[in-house]
């Protein structure tokens, strides 16, 4: 299968465009677009957040994204690179007509593979490092991390306590614990801890 992607950041924008420069390089490439997958939201939103999002997880072996250009995928470089590395272990193609990327199987996308790959493991273990430098630091001048075991917040910083008027009134009018649990979209266990841990002057 071959999908043209086409993404465009603001209303204001056309996909005209980028469809006419996708459609002129297949012709002359004698490919046919199966689908187009077009989507009107900023670059920087997860890909996961997007249409692509959906794509990436029902392509297969074999299939080809034709996109404009890079910039279409994402903002940033690590999220183009964490897409396309997505690509290169399902053995999907990505093409771009204004940059001329031909991701597939030569030589030259196992290196970018290696590359994308090393990079994200850089990334994960320097984010690692300064999270666990920041609570060395914190714990060095006494702060307390995390919650103290046995301790209970103070009734006003829990996040039902704002409600409790309303599920006092639900309460009254003879409402189950599940169903308020359901209008609040909440586990039904955060509700019991709530009436049962704090007597809340309802």
């Known amino acids: ?11 204001k924008q056309t996909v005209e465009n980028q469809r006419f420069e996708i459609t002129r390089f297949c012709l002359s490439e004698r490919i046919h677009i199966d689908g187009w997958i077009e989507e009107t939201i900023s670059g920087t939103k997860s890909y996961n957040r997007r249409a692509l999002g959906r794509l990436l997880k029902q392509v297969q ?3 080809l994204i034709i996109c ?4 279409r ?4 470089l690590f999220m183009i690179m964490e897409i396309l ?7 999907c193609r990505v093409w771009t007509v204004k940059d001329n990327y031909r991701l597939g199987e030569d030589i030259q996308s196992k290196v970018l593979a290696f590359a994308f790959g090393l990079s ?3 990334e994960r273990n320097l984010i690692s490092q300064r999270t666990k430098e920041a609570l060395a630091r914190k714990r060095q001048e006494g702060v307390h991390i995390g919650r103290i075991k046995g301790k209970k917040l103070p009734i006003e910083q829990y996040k039902l306590y704002p409600k409790r008027h309303l599920i006092s009134r639900w309460i009254q009018q003879g409402v189950s614990k599940r169903e308020i ?15 049962r841990c704090y007597k809340v002057p309802f």
Do not use: H, Q, W
């Open 1 to 11: 299968m071959t999908y043209g992607y086409i993404r465009v950041s603001t209303d």
């Open 61 to 63: 072996k074999g299939d």
């Open 68 to 71: 404009a250009e890079l910039s």
């Open 73 to 76: 995928l994402g903002r940033n």
């Open 85 to 91: 590395n997505i690509c290169m272990s399902k053995e």
């Open 120 to 122: 994200a493991e850089i």
């Open 181 to 195: 649990a359901r209008r609040l979209r909440i586990a039904p266990a955060t509700l019991r801890r709530f009436l």
